[in-house]
T-cell receptor, first 111, second 116 residues
């Protein structure tokens, strides 16, 4: 079983739709959680950190559920420019605090 | 924008050649990483470093080697390139924050390597 798992998608949604992705992690000692965005043939870029109380940044809302060991990303009012792969990243409290990337969820927003 | 640079952006070479992929960052970050990614596939960590003179192997077995003689420089070398090495190589850096972790990675634009 992978440490960090994501549904690869693709999620095909119309403009204006609300879409949500989940990411599950297997290590209960995981400390920090992040969502990255990666456009086709580009490098990943940090989208937002995920805090225990949940956090929002414009149309994006991230939530953490430690009991069920998953994090979520909600995108409201989808734009064409939101089309990308969304990567879940988890750090674990071990030597070096290594980051583990999920395989990514691909989102396609259609006109 | 992040101050981390990779060269070359694209490289096409023949089998058996020795190559070095360059990565430099000007942010003073202690931790640096090399990832390998095929199109549409997930990132695989191949090497990382905590700082000068520190190098570690990542999750994915790789025939490449790295060095960290200076904080800002983390080159990756393939002694004898093969077609199976064809992939995108992404360099990244972050602040090392000990127990606090450090999830904010800054990535370079990548090197697309094709070995014929």
């Amino acid at each position: 079983r992978k440490e960090v798992e994501q549904d690869p998608g693709p999620f095909n949604v119309p403009e204006g739709a609300t879409v949500a992705f989940n990411c599950t992690y297997s290590n209960s000692a995981s400390q920090s959680f992040f969502w990255y965005r990666q456009d086709c043939r580009k490098e990943p870029k940090l989208l937002m950190s995920v805090y225990s109380s949940g956090n929002e940044d414009g149309r994006f809302t991230a939530q953490l559920n430690r009991a069920s060991q998953y994090i979520s990303l909600l995108i409201r009012d989808s734009k064409l420019s939101d089309s990308a792969t969304y990567l879940c990243v988890v750090t674990t409290n071990n030597a070096g605090n290594m980051l583990t990337f999920g395989g990514g969820t691909r989102l396609m927003v259609k006109p | 924008e992040a101050d981390i640079y990779q060269t070359p952006r694209y490289l096409v070479i023949g089998t058996g050649k020795k190559i070095t992929l360059e990565c430099s960052q000007t942010m003073g970050h202690d931790k640096m990483y090399w990832y390998q990614q095929d199109p549409g596939m997930e990132l695989h960590l191949i090497h990382y470093s905590y700082g000068v003179n520190s190098t570690e192997k990542g999750d994915l077995s790789s025939e490449s080697t790295v060095s960290r003689i200076r904080t800002e420089h983390f080159p990756l070398t393939l002694e004898s390139a093969r077609p199976s090495h064809t992939s995108q190589y992404l360099c990244a850096s972050s602040e090392y924050r000990g127990q606090l972790g450090g999830g904010k990675l800054f990535f370079g634009s990548g090197t697309q390597l094709s070995v014929l």
